[in-house]
Nanobody, 121 residues
Framework: QVQLQESGPGLVKPPQTLSLTCTVSGGSIATNYYYWSWIRQPPGKGLEWIGYIAYSGSTYYSPSLKSRTSISRDTDKNQFTLQLSFVSPEDTAVYYC?????????????WGQGTQVTVSS
C-alpha cells in the first residue's frame, strides 16, 4: 500500500516561495514508470494540476505555472518537493501530492490527504 503525506507551512506571505514536501512510503519514487504529481484545489474551484516529477527524475509543469514552479526529489528520503515562487493570494488552495502510472498521467491511484496553504500578508 502506497501512502503519501504532504508537509509544509500553512501560511505563506506574498511574494515569498511556497515549499511543500511529499513523503512517500510503501513504494519508491524511482520505480519505473510512475509519475509523482502536485495538484491543488483553490476554494470553490476545481482541481488544478501543477506538475510532476517522473521516475526518471524528469519534470513537466503546467504551462500556466511553469515560470514559478520547480519540483525536485530526494530518492534517499523517498520525498519530492514543490516550490512555487512569487505567491499571491490566488495561490491559496489545498495542495495534494499524488501518484500516477504506470506509464500514463492521469489517472492517479494514490493521493495524500492534502494540506491547506493560505497566502496572506
Amino acid at each position: 500500500q502506497v501512502q503519501l503525506q504532504e508537509s509544509g507551512p500553512g501560511l505563506v506571505k506574498p511574494p515569498q516561495t511556497l515549499s511543500l514536501t511529499c513523503t512517500v512510503s510503501g513504494g519508491s519514487i524511482a520505480t519505473n514508470y510512475y509519475y509523482w504529481s502536485w495538484i491543488r484545489q483553490p476554494p470553490g474551484k476545481g482541481l488544478e494540476w501543477i506538475g510532476y516529477i517522473a521516475y526518471s527524475g524528469s519534470t513537466y509543469y503546467s504551462p500556466s505555472l511553469k515560470s514559478r514552479t520547480s519540483i525536485s526529489r530526494d530518492t534517499d528520503k523517498n520525498q519530492f518537493t514543490l516550490q512555487l515562487s512569487f505567491v499571491s493570494p490566488e495561490d491559496t488552495a489545498v495542495y495534494y501530492c499524488a501518484r500516477a502510472g504506470p506509464g500514463v498521467v492521469p489517472p492517479y491511484d494514490y493521493w495524500g490527504q492534502g494540506t491547506q496553504v493560505t497566502v496572506s500578508s
